[in-house]
Nanobody
Framework: QVQLVESGGGLVQAGGSLRLSCAAS????????TGWFRQAPGKEREFVAA????????YYADSVKGRFTISRDNAKTTVYLQMNSLKPEDTGVYYC??????????????????WGQGTQVTVSS
């Protein structure tokens, strides 16, 4: 089991930036895939970005490519999501996720094993 705690959310104007952090404890973090999902009111949870277990490969939803960057610091057992050029449609609760398994589809929320409690991101127009 891994415990995940997100931070860094808040209110920002369109075009601004935020950096989310997710601190992990428990199971060996360095051998886990890590990812970010988000959920807007009335919508399903959707994939945002992920790191492979090795950290070598990264994956992004088309809607955030070129604007968001996922990274991880194994020494600090923390994964980050740098969000630039934010848009109102990026508004939602952002969740950190982790799994020790090899995933064939990082975008499928049901395949992730551990989840944080979420942090709210609101982008005003």
């Amino acid at each position: 089991q891994v415990q995940l705690v997100e931070s860094g959310g808040g209110l920002v104007q369109a075009g601004g930036s935020l950096r989310l952090s997710c601190a992990a404890s428990g199971r060996t973090f360095s051998s886990s895939a890590t990812g970010w999902f988000r959920q807007a009111p009335g919508k399903e949870r959707e994939f945002v970005a992920a790191n492979s277990r090795s950290g070598v490969f990264t994956y992004y939803a088309d809607s955030v490519k070129g604007r968001f960057t996922i990274s991880r610091d194994n020494a600090k057992t923390t994964v980050y999501l740098q969000m630039n050029s934010l848009k109102p449609e990026d508004t939602g609760v952002y969740y950190c996720a982790s799994t020790p398994q090899i995933l064939s589809n990082y975008a499928r929320a049901d395949d992730w094993h551990d989840w944080g409690q979420g942090t709210q991101v609101t982008v005003s127009s």
